[in-house]
């Protein structure tokens, strides 16, 4: 049987038709899906004690976040971006140099999927408070620095854009003066199920240690091993809001290029050898170069082209 634990367990039931509450006012369309993803567990026991995760309840939740687009509320996503728009405004008129970029996924997004922060490991980078969608700052960080290493970007000017030391660069101690913002969705963010099949699972727990010290005995893969899905949740067909702050124009205006061209190229997130994560980049106009920055092509001392 299946009993539900946690803090709502006593209003959260799954059924073959999705998630309910017990009240029965019907399905949770504007739950936080932060709450029902993190804060709700769907246990089986079995006759000998053993017990498990319900995986028809694993089911039924991504069914609901499919169906229900995480619970999404079109008018506080209007809200949080609003919000969003005043703090860059109130960096500009601090003299900060602001650059949005608009980023489309070109078919599918898996950011998150190594996430293992609920019962169910369904693992989607979802906004700390309001539960919709984002790609973390540190995410868009990470791959526009993956890009410029790869592409043999100057060393001094990548130091000067995301700090130091960097893997492969020692050295003294140093902030970048880029700031990479949380991607927030510029709409309700379309949700899709898609599931992964690993053919050699016996192998791949027991090279897998996590947070273990204890060693394992590596489990030899083979072909009589049984397949095994792995449902996981991902968006698609979405436009996200890339900013991108900092003090010195040049080196913002380096970034947010150096953005562009990551997105599109190298991805972000998981299973990007399959196709996943591929951006489509440009520029909202909407958000001016700073008035002072040289946009005649020329490279200031630091050779940072605008």
Not at 54 to 83: F, I, M, N, P, S
Not at 158 to 163: A, R, S, W
Not at 262 to 280: F, I, N, Q, V, W
């Amino acid at each position: 049987m299946s009993q539900s634990v946690g803090p709502l367990g006593a209003e959260v039931s799954v059924t073959h038709t999705g998630v309910r509450r017990r009240s029965g006012r019907g399905a949770w369309k504007g739950a936080n899906a932060l709450v029902l993803l993190r804060r709700t567990a769907f246990v089986t026991y079995s006759d000998d004690g053993d017990c498990g995760i319900d995986k028809e309840a694993t089911a039924a939740l991504l069914k609901w976040a499919e169906q229900q687009h995480l619970g999404q509320d079109a008018d506080l996503l209007a809200d949080v971006l609003t919000r969003r728009e005043h703090a860059l405004r109130a960096l500009r008129a601090a003299r900060h140099t602001v650059v949005r970029l608009r980023a489309r996924s070109h078919w599918r997004l898996v950011v998150g999927m190594g996430a293992r922060d609920n019962a169910y490991e369904i693992g989607l980078a979802l906004h700390g408070t309001y539960g919709v969608p984002v790609i973390p700052g540190s995410t868009v960080k990470g791959l526009t620095a993956a890009w410029a290493l790869e592409t043999g970007q100057d060393s001094a000017l990548m130091d000067t854009v995301f700090g130091a030391p960097r893997p492969g660069r020692p050295g003294a101690a140093r902030q970048g003066v880029v700031r990479f913002l949380d991607a927030l969705p510029l709409e309700t963010a379309k949700l899709a199920r898609d599931v992964l099949t690993p053919h050699a699972q016996p192998y791949y727990r027991s090279t897998d240690t996590g947070e273990s010290t204890t060693p394992q005995v590596p489990v030899a893969p083979a072909e009589h091993h049984n397949p095994i899905p792995v449902p996981f949740l991902t968006v698609r067909g979405t436009r996200f809001a890339v900013d991108l702050t900092g003090r010195q124009p040049e080196a913002v205006e380096q970034a947010a290029a150096w953005c562009a061209q990551a997105c599109d190229t190298l991805g972000a997130g998981a299973k990007t050898a399959a196709g996943y994560g591929y951006l489509e980049v440009d520029r909202d106009e909407a958000w001016p170069r700073a008035p002072h920055h040289d946009t005649t092509g020329t490279t200031n001392g630091d050779g940072i082209r605008p």
